[in-house]
């Protein structure tokens, strides 16, 4: 559930693409404060005014301030409603961090071990070729070489549904190929990691998957605006999402239903929400201090290396190559870990038909920044001027 890219790499990439260099002079920080809010609308006017998106809401938070929210474009293109702070977006993968925040308060309350094996919870399931068998952890850093099922290989029975099924752990275990490679040996974005986390939630605290992660994860945030989405409820201020043809500017679509995932991606949420979410995190309201330096610390292969430097590249594809202002490209547990334009951030993106979300944390400049749009790929002509912006090279 990404923005059709596989790890940040290839957004990046994208963005080095679609975009002119900006100015790497250094601006001092009185000025990054002042002009921040005025250069961020401006980067996000611009992007509905190409017609890249229907709609984007922006949400930035500085130095623990009141909340900055500003929308553009319309939520809805058949009804003309504007986007406004109560619009609600999916936000696709950005789901995988409170998955991930799942997984580390259910290990704090000794309920399961980090370092458990799949067949720990799920004796059926498959080992790899060599005999390995995945862990909690090396699923929630995608290590673990399980295929990722958005590249095909559900057995032919999955149906359109199977993402909600009770049983979506079995469907992932009978995937032709099961694995890309052997458990700790690479790095590669996986969504079927992040289902059977789901399904290990479930077997773990016998409750759904969503209703644990409600209570110990949204409520305990404080969120009030997020929810596990379905296609069934009644949501007032829901946006519309849209698709463009042929990637056409302006060629607005209504996007074909591929179903709706659940941990790896089933979150609706609103900027504010996103910023409320940030603001828990990072302050210690939902995990220890010691899970949040976990789900923040760049994960590292069997042998040592960081997954950064340890991408899988699928046979016949070329490995890809940042530009030049990622100095960092690593993963943690649900979230990105980098260092871009030489500024560390913690971030994470989603993708899904009709929508775009991108999250930041800035803890060095004590800056939060959500970008929530409802078109494909809608947020990223605005990451790297955006990530420009608040680094203060624009």
Request: aromatic content about 10%.
């Amino acid at each position: 559930m990404e923005i059709q890219r596989r790890e940040m790499l290839g957004m990046a990439a994208l963005v080095a693409m679609l975009l002119p260099g900006g100015s790497a002079a250094s601006a001092k920080p009185v000025q990054r404060k002042a002009k921040l809010t005025a250069t961020l609308h401006s980067i996000a006017a611009g992007v509905v005014r190409d017609r890249r998106t229907a709609g984007f809401g922006v949400g930035l938070r500085r130095n623990g301030g009141q909340a900055e929210i500003f929308c553009f474009g319309k939520a809805n293109l058949e009804t003309g409603t504007p986007v406004s702070a109560e619009t609600v977006f999916r936000i696709a993968s950005c789901t995988k961090q409170f998955t991930a925040a799942a997984i580390v308060r259910l290990s704090e309350s000794g309920r399961l071990s980090l370092d458990d094996r799949i067949d720990t919870f799920f004796p059926d399931f498959g080992a790899s070729p060599a005999g390995l068998m995945p862990t909690v952890r090396q699923l929630l850093t995608h290590t673990a070489g399980v295929h990722d099922y958005v590249f095909g290989g559900l057995p032919s029975d999955a149906g359109t549904k199977w993402q909600r099924s009770p049983d979506r752990w079995r469907l992932i275990a009978r995937m032709q190929p099961l694995y890309d490679f052997e458990p700790g040996a690479f790095w590669s974005y996986s969504n079927s990691g992040y289902v059977l986390l789901g399904s290990i939630i479930e077997r773990v605290s016998g409750e759904a998957y969503a209703d644990f992660t409600t209570r110990e994860v949204l409520r305990r945030a404080g969120l009030t605006q997020t929810a596990f989405d379905s296609y069934a409820d009644v949501v007032p201020h829901r946006a519309s999402g849209y698709s463009l043809a042929d990637n056409a500017a302006g060629a607005f679509l209504n996007p074909e239903n591929s179903g709706l995932p659940l941990a790896e991606g089933g979150l609706r949420s609103t900027v504010s929400d996103m910023l409320r979410w940030n603001d828990a995190l990072f302050g210690g309201r939902v995990v220890s201090a010691g899970g949040l330096k976990l789900m923040t610390s760049a994960a590292r292969t069997s042998n040592g290396t960081p997954v950064g430097s340890a991408h899988f590249t699928p046979k016949g594809l070329k490995p890809n190559t940042p530009p030049s202002f990622v100095q960092q490209a690593d993963y943690g547990f649900g979230l990105e870990v980098a260092r871009i334009f030489d500024t560390p951030v913690i971030w994470h993106s989603g993708g899904i038909p009709g929508f775009n979300s991108i999250l930041f944390h800035f803890a060095e400049l004590r800056t939060d920044l959500v970008l929530l749009t409802n078109t494909d790929n809608g947020a990223v002509p605005a990451f790297e001027p955006s990530l420009r912006a608040v680094t203060g090279l624009r």
